[in-house]
């Protein structure tokens, strides 16, 4: 019976994947042949931590969209270690998607490194979709990068990609190329240029407890520790323009909430109330914070002027109300409240004059909602005979649908781009984040190399 | 030597003592010390030189201060006691630590000058920021019914950790029940 469904599933999402590939192939051909992009991305001099994450494929990988991505020509040898570090990133995002199966170099029958040297027969014989070939030039300190997207099986080139970077934005380069190219095929954005925060707790000693804060590409890399503290740091929550964080400390042995720019490392107190201050939530203009504080003696949700201090007190139920999340209109927020029965999503007008009506009714406990960017969907923590899982509810049909697997996951994070949900797990008795696709069919584990990882939380686009 | 003999015969004690819960033992197994007398606290790290103990390799951070009372360490007191436990997502607190929040209103209100911290936590399951806040409605409840005993709002602090600071580190049911509690902290 399992299998049989199972079987249904994959029709369905070949059927799916079909529809999509006839779509785009209508976006494409409205692409000009050419794109120029110029970037000069500076590189990050800010001391880099080399506890990385390592992207690990887990389950399930459906129909993919079949590609070779031919090493790129080195025209100077001085540039040959950047050149194939830049095709390595992309054939390790593309494939680490879940979306495209990378052609091995091995099983390669030419290595074209321009477009009137590709037979389209050796890859098609490949049974490949798509060809990226490319080449680097270096010149001064820029590296000269062209890429070139073509279809195999229409024998023609998609797209030509020119860009340049320096030595420190070479893997920045790779994940604009990889997001260039996703776009161009899947007609929707990547998330390779993104990034994400998240908390770590190391054991520093038999009594303590490090817990920092860190920013870090989406696949792990360039990570670095914007705060570091004895006691825990929780609820990281970036600003829409992807500046600031906000986020819970309790280094003064109380929890207090602070603002920091990430640019300068400044940071400021906003909220230090006696009791709660927590679960920070930045309106979609970027000029307010819901917060929770129990200063009245039980949790309820407040908006935080940023730039006036001033606070409304938008619940006042006697049960635990937080984990406030605004709508993309920035007209209402969601939130969990325990004043029904157990903790339930409900979601009122962001001026706090209507009444909040209840969103989740299946499951013993919904917690921690958060949109998607469109609003069509919300992510959250679901309780079904005890085991908390990730689940998604689609706000038109009003289904929810369970996409992971665990006792006890946490902190689900829409991708910017919506099709992707970051959140955490416990494997092997540590915390480590896991990527699963909102059709639950795809999933990731991005492995951290010691202490435990936590409550991600994925940049707004830029 | 005496010092083996010491922590041996405490153990034995502890093991034999039948009001000694976990909390007792790690209590007894913290008097390193030549003194008898402790409280547990959190860990300060305000520059206090105090001696700090592991209690189950040391997770969650504790230490023993001294105190100048030997009401805290005699099991036989209910001020020993200073650990209230609750039920999943609950913060009723149960008939059988209501002697126990009696001896310590009876304490306070004879101390007036004596402040304590109410610090709730929960177990891990659920959402944190969920957990920040029943663990504080945990410590809440406390806080309300030392009050009705007559105890001065303020000599109590109420703080909340949630799911931050466990006491136990596994995830079954016995992990989780000893992580759902409120520690009544002497100042």
Redesign the interface.
């Known amino acids: 019976m399992r299998l049989f469904l199972k079987g249904i599933l994959e029709v369905l999402g070949l059927i799916l994947r079909l529809n999509k590939v006839f779509r785009d192939i209508n976006v494409m051909s409205l692409f000009k042949k050419t794109v120029y992009l110029v970037v000069f991305l500076l590189s990050v001099t800010s001391h880099v931590v080399h506890a990385e994450l390592i992207i690990d494929i887990t389950e399930g990988i459906q129909s993919q969209q079949k590609i070779a991505i031919v090493p790129f020509a080195v025209h100077s040898a001085s540039a040959k270690k950047e050149t194939e570090e830049i095709s390595r990133i992309i054939s390790a995002d593309l494939s680490g998607s879940g979306d495209f199966s990378v052609l091995a170099k091995e099983s390669m029958l030419s290595s074209p490194t321009k477009v009137e040297q590709v037979k389209y027969r050796h890859w098609a014989v490949a049974g490949q979709d798509y060809l990226v070939i490319g080449s680097i030039l270096k010149e001064g300190k820029a590296y000269k990068i062209k890429v070139s997207l073509l279809d195999v099986v229409k024998k023609q080139m998609v797209t030509e990609f020119r860009l340049s970077a320096t030595t420190g934005s070479i893997r920045k380069a790779a994940h604009y190329l990889s997001d260039a190219i996703y776009k161009s095929i899947m007609g929707i954005d990547g998330v390779f240029s993104s990034r994400i925060a998240y908390i770590t707790t190391e054991?520093t000693?038999?009594?303590?407890?490090q817990y920092s804060l860190f920013i870090a590409d989406y696949d792990g890399h360039n990570a670095v520790a914007i705060t570091k503290s004895?006691?825990?740091l929780?609820?990281p929550a970036w600003s829409p323009n992807g500046q600031h964080i906000a986020y819970v400390s309790?280094e003064n042995?109380?929890?207090e909430i602070f603002v920091q720019t990430l640019a300068t490392g400044d940071r400021r107190s906003v909220a230090k109330h006696k009791?709660?201050n927590?679960?920070p939530a930045w309106s979609p203009d970027g000029k307010k914070l819901a917060i929770?504080l129990?200063k009245s003696?039980?949790?309820d949700i407040y908006v935080l002027n940023l730039a006036n201090a001033s606070l409304k007190k938008l619940t006042k139920s006697w049960a635990?109300?937080?984990?406030a999340s605004w709508s993309p209109d920035g007209g209402s927020i969601l939130f969990?409240s325990?004043r029904g029965q157990?903790?339930q999503l409900y979601i009122m007008s962001a001026q706090g004059r209507t009444a909040a009506e209840r969103l989740t009714f299946e499951g013993d406990?919904n917690?921690?909602g958060s949109f998607s960017k469109d609003g069509k969907r919300i992510v959250m923590?679901q309780?079904v005979k005890?085991n908390?899982r990730v689940a998604v509810l689609d706000r038109e049909s009003g289904q929810t649908t369970i996409l992971s697997h665990g006792?006890?996951d946490?902190?689900p994070s829409f991708s910017p781009n919506g099709q992707v949900v970051i959140y955490a797990r416990?494997k092997a008795g540590k915390e480590i984040l896991s990527l699963v696709s909102i059709d639950g069919l795809k999933k990731q584990d991005i492995k951290h190399t010691s202490g435990s990882v936590r409550?991600p939380v994925w940049a707004p686009k830029k | 030597m005496t010092l083996y003999k010491k922590v041996v015969a405490i153990i034995m004690m502890a093991l034999f003592l039948s009001a000694c819960s976990d909390d007792v033992l790690k209590d007894k197994l913290g008097t390193e010390d030549e003194s008898n007398v402790q409280n547990i606290g959190y860990k300060d790290g305000d520059g206090l030189d105090v001696e700090t103990v592991s209690i189950g390799e040391g997770e969650s951070g504790y230490i023993t201060e001294l105190m100048q009372s030997e009401t805290f360490s005699d099991p036989s007191s209910p001020l020993s006691k200073r650990i209230i436990y609750f039920e999943y997502d609950s913060s009723t607190v149960k008939q059988e630590f209501i002697p126990v929040i009696e001896a310590h209103a009876n304490y306070l209100t004879n101390n007036p000058n004596q402040t304590i911290n109410l610090v709730g936590h929960s177990d891990e399951r659920g959402t944190r920021e969920y957990n920040i806040a029943l663990a504080e409605q945990r410590a809440q409840s406390v806080y309300k019914m030392l009050q009705v005993l007559g105890v001065m709002s303020h000599q109590m602090n109420v703080i909340s950790y949630g799911e931050e600071k466990p006491e136990s580190l596994g995830q079954t049911a016995e992990d989780f029940s000893l992580n759902r509690r409120v520690e009544v902290v002497y100042q």
């Open positions: 054991n000693s038999k009594k303590q407890k004895k006691e825990p929780m609820s309790f042995k109380v929890s009791g709660i927590g679960s929770t129990s003696g039980n949790s635990i109300d937080t984990e969990t325990s157990g903790a406990y917690a921690r923590i309780a005890g908390y006792r006890g946490e902190s416990r409550e």
